[in-house]
């Protein structure tokens, strides 16, 4: 199986901020990569796909980039609704895997 | 409004069979593939299959000799069945939308539940 990791673990940000977060890949998947958002109690909404391409209804502030075995999630000017857990998941192959998830906590 | 609904027992024994449901409303299951992932606590998501509306299925490796999934489009519902549980089956289990398989595979999934607990335990 394809081993996926992110970091970092967790970041603590203020509304406004620029973040990034990691995800690695333990071989090349090309782009086949999705970035998942998720908040407790709610259902995880898809925010990328192939690794750059935004979902429909999801803010432009998010955006995507890697190729091969490394990728970014970046989100430009962080606001009060994006504190939350953000998994990366490999489409490459079945099974699919998933990395252990970054949590953006309020700073 | 498409919504995804787990249902299921929150607790069962060990070596017993795990049962859910995930129930589809405003859409139809129809021309789509459908999975079961969950999230055992402190640890990453796990893929455990999928079935397609026709009732064609993919388990993951690791979980294939327990997990039976079906599905009834008449009532919009598909099925997880995982036999022989143990701790170790502690999770989340979510359902959601995806892969999208046709002439290529986008192996990715657009639309979750927000999952439902299952403990393990005597």
């Known amino acids: 199986d394809i081993q996926m990791t992110q970091s970092p673990s967790s970041v603590s940000a203020s509304v406004g901020d620029r973040v990034s977060i990691t995800c690695r890949a333990s071989q090349g998947i090309s782009t086949w990569l999705a970035w998942y958002q998720h908040k407790p109690g709610k259902a995880p909404t898809l925010l990328m796909y192939?690794?750059?391409s935004l979902q429909s209804g999801v803010p432009s502030r998010f955006s995507g980039s890697g190729s091969g075995t490394d990728f970014t999630l970046t989100i430009s000017s962080l606001q009060p609704e994006d504190f939350a857990t953000y998994y990366c998941?490999?489409?490459?192959?079945?099974?699919?895997?998933f990395g252990p998830g970054t949590k953006v906590e309020i700073k | 409004q498409v919504q995804l609904h787990e249902s299921g027992p929150g607790l069962v024994k060990p070596s017993e069979t795990l049962s859910l449901t995930c129930a589809l409303s405003g859409g139809s299951l129809n021309s789509y593939y459908w999975s079961w992932i969950r999230q055992p606590p402190g640890r990453a998501l796990e893929w455990v299959g999928y079935i397609y509306y026709t009732g064609s299925t993919h388990y993951n490796p690791s979980l294939k000799s327990r997990v039976t999934m079906s599905v009834a489009t008449s009532k919009n519902q598909f099925s997880l069945k995982l036999t022989s549980v143990t701790a170790a089956d502690t999770a989340v289990y979510f359902c959601a939308r995806g892969p999208f398989c046709g002439a290529h595979c986008y192996r990715y999934f657009d639309l979750w539940g927000r999952g439902t607990l299952v403990t393990v335990s005597s």
């Open positions: 192939a690794a750059s």
């Open positions: 998941q490999q489409g490459d192959s079945f099974p699919v895997t």
